[in-house]
């Protein structure tokens, strides 16, 4: 009987069928022994030569079904799901009751090209024949499982008119070697990846500048080695790198998590991240939050939920990390969970996963922060996710703009870096930034200090960062709510600033450099998120951070006295606007009192119009004018 080449490319179980029309003893002696000898060429690896030699049995024999299967199969190895897909439709049309049994590899090419209604169909065929063994069988409920999902998954999430269009990132970053693992800061200026070139695997940076990326050059410093560093992280300011460093001197396990920090020299030299977040078990592919508080990483640690779960650390007050969390049974199952990334918005998580439904193979998903938890992961759907395993995936600051592996058709040399446009329903939350230097208002002296961000709503604080040793900063700002901004140091007054994103995103970043008031007499700062209804002296809930924060201040300056002055603008009559401001003021001392502090170290004072700090005749003016101000008055 002739062998059947189809045999190297699917394990799918032979057994007896029908034969309606096609007879393989029938096929003349010249075409076997072209079938014969395009075995041996397939089997020494050379499909290319095996499928024109098979190409002239068919010119022998046009009707030789096992020539097309072979073909088919060959193509399929190589991933060319369309090349495939047109052999075995020839061998489908040469006898259909005979090609029954290949319908599971036919199904498996039909949900390559994305003809996932069509391989849910042929997968049906191939189960309703008789006397299928176990194995195929296996395989064969496997497959329409995860058809059916992909089937159910485009009629609740339609494309639409979402094109899936990556664009190669073009020779300045790839390579005829492999490019792999990117991370890119929050400016998209500065895009970090990983390059192996005659298997040494090593950090290349490209910038961005007047509108292209520059030449790929290696990153400077003591980071790159002649060992392996792979699946790094940089952070949203640039200035840490987190990656993955396997079979290093002095490590806890095979991969172990490594930190290198941005100097003017350079990356420095790289530090074990230490046994808390290391141990003899693997630990890979770490993804700081935006405030560089949260480390997520994959690692398979005894006590998880299977192979590789997704684990958190924190930062501690003393820089050390905690101990890590494990993610839990919404994120982590049996299978593996790998290449988590947290987006800008630091609500929005990322990861491969094997054990969540999904295409086949491991797959992207994305979950979302709820309180202290994390909701279902969605699956990023077709043709993001397809039924080959998928790699890592980080996405910009602008949460469209996504970057991942590929070896396309129009890849430089194996792997390369390409970038795409994410569908609308499976991204993070569009994120700006503000950054800048806080200082001593007197000295100008760089301040290290405390920058914290609150949702107004919630009143969660949603990133906290320390600035660095000179006072500069830089904090995230996901769009689509309102935030108090505060700024704090012991001994100063506090900054406060309010961002409204909910219902208007601003075209472009922030850059505030922030002059902090030494506690002081007649020190004063302006309470920006203080809030009443219009023409009302009820403080609305959101003030509640500030006034809280100026709690925080009276409670650690036990002498401080302070004046809470009110403002208005100059709309409507000047006594009810004192009256307004005056009771304004009252209401922040009266929550301070309510919250312990001495009614004798608080005054407060109306001052409606009488003091305008802009020009009356623009909105802008009038909303600037409208305010309430925090005076010290003795130490």
């Given at each position: 009987?002739i062998?059947?080449?189809?045999?190297?490319?699917?394990?799918?179980?032979?057994?007896?069928?029908?034969?309606?029309?096609?007879?393989?003893?029938?096929?003349?002696?010249?075409?076997k022994?072209?079938?014969?000898?395009?075995?041996?060429?397939?089997?020494?690896?050379?499909?290319?030569?095996?499928?024109?030699?098979?190409?002239?049995?068919?010119?022998?024999?046009?009707?030789?079904?096992e020539?097309?299967?072979?073909?088919?199969?060959?193509?399929?190895?190589q991933?060319?799901?369309?090349?495939?897909?047109?052999?075995?439709?020839?061998?489908?049309?040469?006898?259909?009751?005979?090609?029954?049994?290949?319908?599971?590899?036919?199904?498996?090419?039909?949900?390559?090209?994305?003809e996932?209604?069509?391989?849910l169909?042929?997968?049906?065929?191939?189960?309703?024949?008789?006397?299928?063994?176990?194995?195929s069988?296996?395989?064969?409920?496997?497959?329409?499982?995860?058809?059916?999902?992909?089937?159910?998954?485009?009629?609740?999430?339609?494309?639409?008119?979402?094109?899936?269009?990556?664009?190669?990132?073009?020779?300045?970053?790839n390579?005829?070697?492999?490019?792999?693992?990117?991370?890119?800061?929050?400016?998209?200026?500065?895009?970090?990846?990983?390059?192996?070139?005659?298997?040494?695997?090593e950090?290349?940076?490209?910038?961005?500048e007047?509108?292209?990326?520059?030449?790929?050059?290696?990153?400077?410093?003591?980071?790159?080695?002649?060992?392996?560093?792979?699946?790094?992280?940089i952070?949203?300011?640039?200035?840490?790198?987190?990656?993955?460093?396997?079979?290093?001197p002095?490590?806890?396990?095979?991969?172990?998590?490594?930190?290198?920090?941005?100097?003017?020299?350079?990356?420095?030299?790289?530090?074990?991240?230490?046994?808390?977040?290391?141990?003899?078990?693997?630990?890979?592919a770490?993804s700081?939050?935006?405030?560089?508080?949260?480390?997520?990483?994959?690692?398979?640690?005894?006590?998880?939920?299977?192979g590789?779960?997704?684990?958190?650390?924190?930062?501690?007050?003393?820089?050390r990390?905690?101990?890590?969390?494990?993610?839990g049974?919404?994120?982590n199952?049996?299978?593996?969970?790998?290449?988590?990334?947290?987006?800008?918005?630091?609500?929005?998580?990322?990861?491969?996963?094997?054990?969540?439904?999904?295409?086949?193979?491991?797959?992207?998903?994305?979950?979302?922060?709820?309180?202290?938890g994390?909701?279902?992961?969605?699956?990023?759907?077709?043709p993001?996710?397809?039924?080959?395993?998928?790699?890592?995936?980080?996405?910009?600051?602008?949460?469209?703009?996504?970057y991942?592996?590929?070896?396309?058709?129009?890849t430089?040399?194996?792997?390369?870096?390409?970038?795409?446009?994410?569908?609308?329903?499976v991204?993070?939350?569009?994120?700006?930034?503000?950054?800048?230097?806080?200082?001593?208002?007197?000295?100008?002296?760089?301040?290290?200090?405390?920058?914290?961000?609150?949702?107004?709503?919630?009143?969660?604080?949603?990133?906290?960062?320390?600035?660095?040793?000179?006072?500069?900063?830089?904090i995230?700002?996901?769009?689509?709510?309102?935030?108090?901004?505060?700024?704090?140091?012991?001994?100063?007054?506090?900054f406060?600033?309010?961002?409204?994103?909910?219902?208007?995103?601003?075209?472009?970043?922030?850059?505030?450099d922030?002059?902090?008031?030494?506690?002081?007499?007649?020190?004063?700062?302006?309470?920006?998120?203080?809030?009443?209804?219009?023409?009302?002296?009820?403080?609305?809930?959101?003030?509640?951070?500030?006034?809280?924060?100026?709690?925080?201040?009276?409670?650690e300056?036990?002498?401080?006295?302070?004046?809470?002055?009110?403002?208005?603008?100059?709309?409507g009559?000047?006594?009810?606007?004192?009256?307004?401001?005056?009771?304004?003021?009252?209401?922040?001392?009266?929550?301070?009192?309510?919250?312990?502090?001495?009614?004798?170290?608080?005054?407060?004072?109306?001052?409606?119009a009488?003091?305008?700090?802009?020009?009356?005749?623009?909105?802008?003016g009038?909303?600037?004018?409208?305010?309430?101000?925090m005076?010290?008055?003795s130490?």
């Amino acid at each position: 009987m002739i062998k059947k080449i189809i045999a190297i490319s699917m394990l799918v179980g032979l057994f007896c069928s029908a034969r309606a029309q096609y007879d393989p003893d029938k096929v003349s002696k010249k075409a076997k022994a072209l079938f014969e000898k395009a075995y041996g060429i397939a089997m020494n690896g050379d499909y290319a030569e095996s499928i024109k030699t098979l190409q002239d049995a068919i010119k022998i024999e046009p009707r030789f079904l096992e020539a097309y299967l072979s073909i088919a199969g060959m193509y399929f190895e190589q991933k060319n799901y369309p090349r495939a897909l047109e052999n075995y439709e020839k061998a489908k049309g040469i006898d259909s009751i005979w090609f029954k049994e290949y319908n599971l590899p036919y199904s498996i090419n039909l949900a390559g090209v994305g003809e996932f209604k069509k391989a849910l169909q042929a997968i049906d065929e191939f189960l309703s024949v008789p006397n299928i063994n176990a194995q195929s069988r296996k395989a064969a409920d496997y497959r329409r499982k995860t058809y059916q999902f992909a089937v159910d998954y485009s009629n609740q999430h339609p494309a639409g008119s979402y094109r899936f269009t990556p664009q190669n990132m073009g020779d300045s970053i790839n390579s005829v070697h492999l490019e792999y693992f990117p991370t890119i800061t929050i400016d998209d200026k500065d895009f970090i990846f990983t390059r192996r070139v005659n298997g040494n695997e090593e950090f290349f940076e490209s910038h961005f500048e007047n509108g292209h990326w520059t030449k790929a050059v290696l990153l400077p410093g003591d980071i790159n080695s002649n060992l392996n560093e792979g699946a790094s992280n940089i952070s949203q300011d640039g200035q840490w790198l987190t990656f993955t460093g396997c079979n290093f001197p002095y490590g806890y396990g095979s991969c172990d998590l490594y930190i290198s920090y941005l100097t003017p020299q350079g990356w420095s030299k790289p530090e074990n991240m230490g046994n808390r977040i290391n141990t003899e078990s693997w630990e890979s592919a770490p993804s700081l939050s935006p405030d560089k508080r949260d480390l997520y990483f994959s690692s398979g640690r005894p006590g998880g939920y299977g192979g590789q779960d997704l684990y958190v650390s924190h930062q501690l007050p003393n820089g050390r990390w905690s101990d890590p969390e494990n993610l839990g049974p919404e994120i982590n199952t049996i299978g593996d969970e790998i290449a988590p990334f947290i987006h800008a918005d630091n609500q929005s998580l990322y990861f491969t996963s094997t054990g969540h439904l999904g295409y086949g193979g491991s797959d992207l998903f994305m979950a979302k922060k709820q309180g202290k938890g994390w909701g279902k992961p969605v699956n990023l759907g077709y043709p993001i996710n397809t039924i080959e395993n998928e790699g890592s995936l980080v996405i910009a600051a602008d949460g469209k703009t996504a970057y991942y592996t590929s070896d396309r058709t129009d890849t430089r040399g194996g792997l390369d870096l390409y970038s795409f446009e994410l569908r609308e329903d499976v991204r993070p939350a569009r994120t700006l930034w503000v950054k800048g230097k806080v200082f001593d208002k007197k000295t100008l002296k760089g301040l290290p200090s405390g920058v914290e961000l609150t949702d107004l709503s919630t009143r969660e604080v949603i990133s906290r960062v320390q600035t660095d040793a000179t006072g500069n900063y830089l904090i995230t700002l996901p769009v689509g709510k309102d935030y108090a901004f505060n700024v704090k140091r012991r001994g100063y007054l506090f900054f406060s600033e309010n961002f409204p994103l909910s219902q208007k995103t601003p075209d472009s970043t922030y850059k505030i450099d922030i002059p902090l008031q030494p506690i002081e007499a007649n020190a004063s700062v302006v309470l920006k998120n203080i809030f009443f209804e219009s023409g009302k002296f009820d403080l609305k809930p959101e003030s509640t951070i500030e006034l809280d924060n100026i709690f925080q201040l009276m409670k650690e300056n036990p002498t401080l006295k302070i004046q809470i002055s009110g403002h208005t603008d100059n709309v409507g009559k000047a006594t009810d606007n004192m009256t307004l401001s005056n009771n304004r003021a009252q209401a922040v001392v009266k929550y301070l009192i309510s919250k312990g502090i001495e009614q004798t170290r608080l005054t407060f004072k109306g001052y409606g119009a009488t003091q305008p700090v802009a020009d009356n005749t623009t909105d802008e003016g009038r909303a600037l004018n409208r305010r309430t101000e925090m005076q010290v008055i003795s130490q």
